[in-house]
């Protein structure tokens, strides 16, 4: 079997090497030209053997990379130095390389019909890892890097990005009037105004915020953002097991979560409750927020006017296993398009009924509009309680009682 060096100087053996003319390359990039042939060495290494057995002239400043190549070391500490600040576990080094120098490596390797040349960007992020891998004492890695830098070779400068931290867990909000997120002021946008107090807010906390504290205390994230698997409304309580959720933490300079604290701080509150909470990573947010759950929920209903018992139970039946056309409700006309669309109510059953004050379980589809289904919205969701009554149905309380996700 032939050695790896054998390899190199045979993919060197094919290479028209008067074609260089006057050009003097670095051994770096002299093996780089057979970059992809012979596992394991180094690109001076070919470069060196490539020079002695075709006789390359070596002397003077690279014509290709013009000493880039001999700043690995000095690209490195830069890069140690940009990242000394946050904690990673792992990491990953990119590099931006002059266009020109790109350039003539790409008119040379055509030139000479280089099929395996390796890029100089590449060799690169290559050397600098591995200097960075000896310095951090862990491995470099490609497919979910906590941190990035990304050296300019032309400015020598460093510039890193800190991925965010992601935590899943369960909440149960268990007063009214929290909005699920952070509701910015309809009115400044933000900014801070008359309208909201000067909190930039319509609302003075949110599930998202209560959760979001103790872990942005811990980490000392730059932001934060809550994605849940669907939402209550702002009065409904969030009960049973909790929702689903993963709190995003943007640019933590520390990842290291306690999160028997977490659960404690938030606990604390009365307002909101956590449980389940472990470490999760960015690609389960699709996947949560397209979860198709069935939900149940409590609702409390008041009549317009008394009804009998058995007319209430034909009506709620009437209801249960046939397609409910619901366009988009007049309350969230403002931020979602106006459609038709049909759900699906698996079960309601009449748990306190008591002349013109009932109160219903429902199970239903995801996305089903429940207080829509039970006031009909001026006609807008066919059938629906008040329509099969034929008496207006206010909702009083509205709780969601259980998702039945898979996890
Ligand atoms: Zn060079
Ligand atoms: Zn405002």
Sequence with gaps: MASPMDEALEAGSSLPWAKLGGRALCDACLGRLVGK?????????RGGALRERFGVPAGGPCWLCDGLLGEVRKFAELSAAKLEPWEFRTFLVGSKVDPEVAAREESLWSELGATQAEAIKSELNREIGKRLEARFRRPAEFTRPDVVAIVDTAFDSVSVTVNPLFVYGRYRKLVRGIPQTRWPCRRCGGKGCEHC??????????????IAAPVMAQTGGSGHALHGMGREDVDALMLGRGRPFIVEIKEPVRRTVDLMAVVAAVNRTGQVEVADLRPATGDRVVALKEDRARKSYRVLVRLEAPVEDGKLKTAVSSLVGQPIAQRTPVRVSHRRADRTRERLVTAIEVSRHDGATVELRVTAEAGTYVKELVHGDGGRTIPSLAGALGVACEVVELDVLDIQDSG
Aim: aromatic share 4%.
């Design 37 to 45: 042939a012979g596992h394991g060495l180094t690109n001076a290494e």
């Design 197 to 210: 107090g000067g909190k930039g807010k319509m609302y003075e906390t949110s599930v998202e915020e209560i």
